[in-house]
T-cell receptor, first 115, second 109 residues
Framework: GAVVSQHPSRVICKSGTSVKIECRSLDFQATTMFWYRQFPKQSLMLMATSNEGSKATYEQGVEKDKFLINHASLTLSTLTVTSAHPEDSSFYIC???????????FGQGTRLTVV | GENVGLHLPTLSVQEGDNSIINCAYSNSASDYFIWYKQESGKGPQFIIDIRSNMDKRQGQRVTVLLNKTVKHLSLQIAATQPGDSAVYFCAERYGKLTFGQGTILTVHP
């Protein structure tokens, strides 16, 4: 199956700082990438859809100025959590799309802890 | 063992038993469905998928059944092993993927 790599796998940051998470498609060109957030013992919630070369589409209730998404190439999308607060602590997961099945594959996830 | 519905988010089985995990999806227009396995601290791992023009698809030790009449999806795991212990999510696609709440599968040796 398609390989999606996410980095870092875990990060701890101080309140008020910004954190960047990278999502790479390693063996195909991803025209679309998706960013999810998952709280403990809960399901994945879509935050935004990232399209290469254009602005991301955010889901209702997700602050676009807080969660900055950049999809500058067909293999890389980044999510930047700006001015992080403890309530932003969560598991962030990306997936990459480009066809019927490629969106089925996810990165390893990033555990963000804001202290 | 059999999960009788989403109000029972946990399923415990003995090693070697067959497991059935159920999912009710919401959108009758969804065209594509996927089952994922998620282990603690990891991203979802693709297990098997099915398109809406099919009602059954088999993989290695797993079978997905789709009943569009009642908007129901199930995942059958044959000869369940301790390594199958994880949270299982169904997802439906109508434009974007929407995930179900998940079922915790615990396999006892």
């Amino acid at each position: 199956g398609a390989v999606v790599s996410q980095h870092p796998s875990r990060v701890i940051c101080k309140s008020g700082t910004s954190v960047k998470i990278e999502c790479r498609s390693l063996d195909f060109q991803a025209t679309t990438m998706f960013w999810y957030r998952q709280f403990p013992k809960q399901s994945l919630m879509l935050m935004a859809t990232s399209n290469e070369g254009s602005k991301a589409t955010y889901e209702q209730g997700v602050e676009k100025d807080k969660f900055l998404i950049n999809h500058a190439s067909l293999t890389l999308s980044t999510l930047t959590v700006t001015s992080a607060h403890p309530e932003d602590s969560s598991f962030y997961i990306c997936s990459a799309g480009g066809g019927v099945r490629t969106e089925a594959f996810f990165g390893q996830g990033t555990r963000l802890t804001v202290v | 063992g059999e999960n009788v519905g989403l109000h029972l988010p946990t399923l415990s089985v003995q090693e070697g038993d067959n497991s059935i995990i159920n999912c009710a999806y919401s959108n009758s227009a969804s065209d594509y469905f996927i089952w994922y396995k998620q282990e603690s601290g990891k991203g979802p791992q693709f297990i098997i998928d099915i398109r809406s023009n099919m009602d059954k698809r088999q993989g290695q030790r797993v079978t997905v059944l789709l009943n569009k009449t009642v908007k129901h999806l199930s995942l059958q795991i044959a000869a369940t092993q301790p390594g199958d212990s994880a949270v299982y999510f169904c997802a439906e696609r109508y434009g974007k993927l929407t995930f179900g709440q998940g079922t915790i599968l615990t396999v006892h040796p």
